[in-house]
């Protein structure tokens, strides 16, 4: 699988990264999370994405005990913190920072993370702060590179005019062919600095695999079908978004592919970015998602792509 550099950092990432968000910090069972992972070593994925608050830690400690039979430089995982853990412990202060990593770390079994990310952006705490924080987290050797995930563009600029602090490399936002809103600012502002995207919901809570269809029901198994997995799809699941994915069959049918491998390749078309996470409760959905990694979409597909999306698009 190919690997793309991350930001200005010495770290290359596989182009398809595999994620916990909804799946492994418990919508599906451990035999299931370690099975996905293991096929994602097969398929040449080796970026494992996950965050602290995916299960309460559940998610960091599936990981820590299935990631062990691997040698840890054979794969790079990130983690982020931002989102309550406890009663108090939320958000980028200081303390926070310290703490988060720490207990991430234990979860996971490590000494470090590859990529330490901040899953949102802390308005109760100087942003001077949060940066000094996560700059000692890198000089304590518990981080390598850094990482922010849907931070305002304002902030985003703030932090890289911040002097004698660590230099975030990568950027985390919604991305998708129904979710383009940061081709307008972010990634415009993260080519200039040296940092690329790693992509969440690249197919749109897999909607963009055309597995829900207008007027049918929800299939069973699936993650809209799931009380635990199907909290932010709803939004997706609407008569004209799920027309306008239907225009997509042709299209993918036309090039040989999937829907999923389709709307991966549209993602990983862009430059800037340098990994799409994707989620999969089965070891073949993996590998299916994998393959996107190879293909490059002929002009004529990208444009019939637009052209099919073009009045549900977010941008």
């Not at 070593?41 to 559940?58: M, P, Q, S, W």
């Not at 036309?254 to 999923?260: C, F, R, S, V, W």
């Not at 597909?301 to 099919?308: H, K, N, Q």
Request: net charge negative.
């Amino acid at each position: 699988m190919d690997q793309r550099r991350l930001g200005d950092s010495d770290l290359d990432v596989s182009t398809i990264a595999l994620g916990s968000w909804l799946t492994y910090s418990g919508g599906i069972g451990r035999a299931r999370t370690e099975a996905c992972t293991r096929a994602a070593f097969d398929a040449g994925i080796t970026f494992f994405d996950t965050a602290n608050v995916y299960g309460r830690g559940a998610a960091e400690r599936a990981w820590g005990e299935i990631l062990a039979d691997y040698p840890r430089d054979s794969f790079a995982i990130a983690t982020k913190l931002y989102f309550p853990m406890s009663g108090k412990d939320r958000g980028l202060s200081r303390e926070q920072v310290h703490k988060q990593i720490d207990g991430s770390l234990e979860r996971l079994g490590m000494d470090h993370v590859d990529l330490y990310q901040c899953h949102r952006y802390d308005e109760q705490t100087p942003l001077e702060e949060t940066m000094q924080a996560l700059t000692e987290v890198v000089e304590a050797g518990k981080a390598r590179w850094i990482g922010f995930s849907e931070w305002p563009v304002a902030r985003i600029e703030e932090a890289l005019a911040l002097p004698g602090v660590a230099k975030f490399v990568s950027s985390q936002p919604q991305y998708s062919a129904l979710w383009r809103a940061p081709e307008a600012e972010v990634i415009p502002l993260c080519e200039r600095n040296g940092i690329s995207q790693i992509v969440w919901s690249p197919l749109a809570q897999g909607v963009l695999t055309g597995k829900y269809r207008a007027g049918e029901e929800v299939p069973a198994g699936t993650r809209a079908a799931s009380r635990d997995m199907s909290r932010f799809i709803g939004q997706w699941l609407t008569r004209p978004v799920l027309d306008a994915v239907d225009r997509l069959w042709p299209i993918a049918e036309e090039a040989g592919l999937t829907m999923a491998q389709l709307c991966l390749a549209w993602v990983l078309r862009q430059d800037n970015v340098a990994a799409a996470i994707v989620g999969a409760s089965r070891p073949e959905q993996v590998h299916e998602n994998a393959r996107a990694a190879d293909v490059r979409l002929s002009a004529d597909a990208l444009r019939a792509i637009d052209e099919a999306l073009l009045l549900v698009a977010v941008t």
